[in-house]
C-alpha cells in the first residue's frame, strides 16, 4: 500500500481539496509554492501512463476545477502541471501556481509550512472551488 493509498483511506492526515470516486486531490506537505496540490486516482497503480484509459480523461476532468480554483487562490501566470513519479509508487499529478519555468523546477528547496498556512492554503482554494 502506497503512501498516497493511507492518505486516500485516512490512515494519513491531509489538507483535501476535493474527491470523488475515483480521485483524491489534496495538499503537497513538501510544496514547492503556496498552493501546489496533489491529485491521485484512488486506484494504485504505479506509473501514470498504466492507468486505465478511461480514468485518464477523467482525470484532467477532475483537475480542471481545482487548478481554475489554484489560479483564482493563489494568482499567477498559469497553473503547471507535472508528472514525473519517482519519489511514491503511485500515479500523481502536480497543479502548481506558477509565473515562470523556474517555478516548477523540483530541485529547488521546497517550503516548510506550519499547520496553520496549510490550512489557510486549504480553506482559499475550496472557497473557491467550483464544480
Given at each position: 500500500?502506497?503512501?498516497?493509498?493511507?492518505?486516500?483511506?485516512?490512515?494519513?492526515?491531509?489538507?483535501?481539496?476535493?474527491?470523488?470516486?475515483?480521485?483524491?486531490?489534496?495538499?503537497?506537505?513538501?510544496?514547492?509554492?503556496?498552493?501546489?496540490?496533489?491529485?491521485?486516482?484512488?486506484?494504485?497503480?504505479?506509473?501514470?501512463?498504466?492507468?486505465?484509459?478511461?480514468?485518464?480523461?477523467?482525470?484532467?476532468?477532475?483537475?480542471?476545477?481545482?487548478?481554475?480554483?489554484?489560479?483564482?487562490?493563489?494568482?499567477c501566470n498559469r497553473v503547471g502541471v507535472s508528472v514525473i513519479g519517482l519519489e511514491v509508487p503511485h500515479a500523481h499529478m502536480?497543479?502548481?501556481?506558477?509565473?515562470?519555468?523556474?517555478?516548477?523546477?523540483?530541485?529547488?528547496?521546497?517550503?516548510?509550512?506550519?499547520?496553520?498556512?496549510?490550512?489557510?492554503?486549504?480553506?482559499?482554494?475550496?472557497?473557491?472551488?467550483?464544480?
Amino acid at each position: 500500500m502506497s503512501v498516497f493509498t493511507k492518505i486516500i483511506k485516512g490512515e494519513i492526515p491531509s489538507y483535501r481539496i476535493a474527491e470523488n470516486d475515483s480521485f483524491y486531490a489534496f495538499l503537497d506537505i513538501a510544496p514547492l509554492v503556496k498552493g501546489h496540490v496533489l491529485i491521485v486516482p484512488k486506484e494504485e497503480v504505479d506509473k501514470f501512463f498504466d492507468v486505465r484509459d478511461d480514468l485518464l480523461g477523467e482525470w484532467l476532468l477532475f483537475a480542471k476545477p481545482v487548478a481554475k480554483a489554484i489560479e483564482k487562490a493563489f494568482p499567477c501566470n498559469r497553473v503547471g502541471v507535472s508528472v514525473i513519479g519517482l519519489e511514491v509508487p503511485h500515479a500523481h499529478m502536480h497543479l502548481i501556481p506558477i509565473n515562470t519555468a523556474d517555478d516548477m523546477n523540483f530541485g529547488r528547496p521546497k517550503l516548510k509550512l506550519s499547520k496553520s498556512e496549510f490550512e489557510e492554503i486549504q480553506a482559499r482554494i475550496i472557497s473557491v472551488l467550483v464544480y
